[in-house]
């Protein structure tokens, strides 16, 4: 499964940061295909529990200061929630 991680530009994060923390989040679940200064790609295990995937990833980026705006894109099922949705 994708997730995307979509945010600002001009983010209080750095690009490296928010990849690190999304990494970090994820942790052996899935690995980070690539990332951009607004965006951060993951592709995540099929047998993941990818709610609470989700839950950690949003805490991870709020951490690191990223503002409610900041997206996370599951393009399969066509969701979008904001990490303070969780």
């Given amino acids: 499964m994708l997730i995307y991680v979509r945010f600002q530009r001009d983010s209080v994060a750095e690009p490296a940061a928010i990849e690190e923390a999304a990494l970090g989040a994820i942790g052996r679940a899935g690995t980070v295909l690539g990332a951009s200064d607004e965006s951060v ?20 980026l709020r951490r690191v200061g990223l503002t409610p705006a900041t997206l996370l894109e599951l393009p399969e099922s066509g969701q979008r929630f904001s990490i303070y949705d969780f």
Avoid: F, G, M
């Fill in 41 to 60: 790609d993951l592709e995540i295990e099929d047998d993941a529990d990818v709610r609470a995937l989700l839950a950690v990833l949003a805490a991870a």
